[in-house]
């Protein structure tokens, strides 16, 4: 490993405006605090690579909480992304971020991945009535043994 790829691993001297380094990052929180205050644009890319590689959720949700309340819609969009990986990998989700999501458009990858992998007690009952079609036709139709 040269020296770039070790300042690129520790997030720094990373170049913000080329969305491939900034996949390669392995960030820290305080890295993607300092990239939302510069302003930078991929800052989304980044709060995705920081919950694929960061072990502690409470540590990346308030990140993930502060890309869905992004001005900029690609940023939003990516929060929601996030949101979503968050969901699978740690199985967990906050009430800050649910009231973000629930500013958002139905149907997106947040909603199915926490309905699937976070326990349903801990989910806002604007989730239960997103999924209650799908709960019912389960329910019905692939729960009970046809005579």
Not at 81 to 92: G, I, K, N, Y
Not at 128 to 144: G, I, Q
């Amino acid at each position: 490993m040269d020296q770039s790829d070790v300042a690129a691993a520790s997030g720094d001297h990373v170049d913000w405006a080329d969305g491939s380094s900034v996949w390669r990052g392995n960030y820290r929180p305080e890295d993607v605090e300092a990239a939302f205050q510069r302003g930078e644009s991929t800052v989304g890319v980044a709060v995705i690579v920081l919950v694929l590689n960061h072990p502690h959720s409470g540590d990346v949700l308030r990140l993930v909480a502060r890309a869905l309340e992004s001005a900029s819609s690609q940023t939003r969009e990516q929060g929601v992304v996030a949101l979503a990986h968050t969901a699978r990998l740690h199985c967990t989700v906050d009430q800050r971020c649910l009231a973000l999501l629930r500013t958002c458009a139905r149907g997106n990858p947040a909603d199915d991945d926490l309905w699937s992998f976070v326990a349903h007690r801990e989910l806002p009952l604007w989730l239960w009535r997103h999924h209650a079609k799908e709960r019912l036709v389960w329910w019905f139709r692939d729960r009970w043994p046809r005579a």
